[in-house]
């Protein structure tokens, strides 16, 4: 590990992994509460334009991608409140449209053929692609996107359990709707970098669905796969320098391998509970239905 430090690039690779690790689980939590798990991955498909015009124009790739999904996570939002029948056309014509056109404008950048610049580093991720700027730009933006998750984790938990029951206590929901698409586009362009594109909805997702399996409360989940996030980040980046392997990967295939651990713990620890209060055994699928639906006290 001491090896590891020594080196500039791994620093920052380590750095950005763990912001990462940080931020996805913890705009997760809530897309798969509002079951919107594969939102991230659209969002994805679109942050590509916003690379593809970072190049074209050498300026900052993350900051345009901040840019162009920000405007495709708001319209995402507007479509899905809205609950037009023709939505899901709508939305699958701007993911697709995204990633072809970033393909097209990466394509044509002066810098394709760059390492920075090469169209692998952003899909999949790259360990040589964090460079200082992007260290800088990734600690800006995660630093806002947890001061919002769990600053306002009850409202946004209120939102995401029920919103009409949000509306009449007074929540914004509207407003917290789409802080939160916007909060889920950014934590995608902080991810990039590190897990890529087309791979950042699974550390979105795998991580919480995982601590869901153990936990029986929104506080207790949402700590335990904010913490797997952080380990299954850095360990994939050690992973990938160690095996050269693109740490996106890397890191997906650790989030998983967790989750099938978790998988196999959950049930002998659901039996030893019941015994231990004298109660008759439930299925685990119920048990676990309660947990996801659990009331907005869970929250506090």
């Not at 942050?47 to 991608?65: C, D, I, K, N, R």
């Not at 840019?67 to 697709?96: H, K, P, T, W």
């Not at 713990?265 to 685990?284: C, D, I, K």
Request: net charge positive; glycine share 10%; with cysteine.
């Amino acid at each position: 590990m001491s090896d590891l430090l020594s080196y500039d690039f791994m620093q920052r690779a380590l750095l950005a992994a763990l912001l990462v690790g940080i931020t996805a689980p913890a705009v997760g939590i809530y897309l798969v509460q509002r079951r919107q798990a594969l939102m991230g991955d659209g969002i994805g498909h679109v942050a590509l334009t916003g690379v593809g015009l970072g190049l074209v124009f050498q300026t900052s790739p993350v900051w345009m991608a901040v840019l162009v999904c920000v405007l495709a996570a708001v319209i995402m939002e507007l479509v899905r409140s809205r609950g037009n029948q023709r939505g899901d056309i709508a939305l699958a014509m701007l993911f697709y449209g995204g990633m072809a056109c970033g393909r097209l404008l990466i394509s044509k950048s002066p810098a394709a053929s760059g390492t920075g610049g090469s169209l692998d580093s952003y899909l999949w991720g790259s360990i040589l692609a964090v460079d200082a700027g992007d260290l800088v730009t990734i600690a800006v933006l995660g630093a806002v996107v947890i001061a919002v998750t769990l600053g306002l984790r009850r409202q946004l938990f209120a939102v995401c359990q029920d919103e009409e029951f949000a509306k009449v206590t007074g929540v914004p929901v509207r407003l917290l709707n789409l802080l939160l698409a916007v909060m889920a586009a950014v934590t995608v362009t902080v991810a990039m970098r590190v897990v890529g594109l087309l791979l950042v909805s699974a550390l979105m997702v795998v991580p919480v669905a995982a601590a869901q399996l153990l936990t029986r409360s929104f506080r207790a989940t949402q700590a335990l796969s904010i913490t797997i996030g952080v380990l299954v980040s850095l360990g994939g980046v050690v992973t990938s320098y160690q095996a050269d392997v693109p740490p996106g990967s890397a890191i997906v295939l650790l989030a998983i391998a967790v989750f099938a651990v978790f998988s196999a713990l959950a049930a002998p620890l659901a039996r030893r509970r019941h015994r231990r209060r004298g109660l008759p055994q439930q299925r685990e699928p119920e048990a676990a239905s309660r947990q996801r639906t659990a009331g907005a006290g869970l929250a506090q």
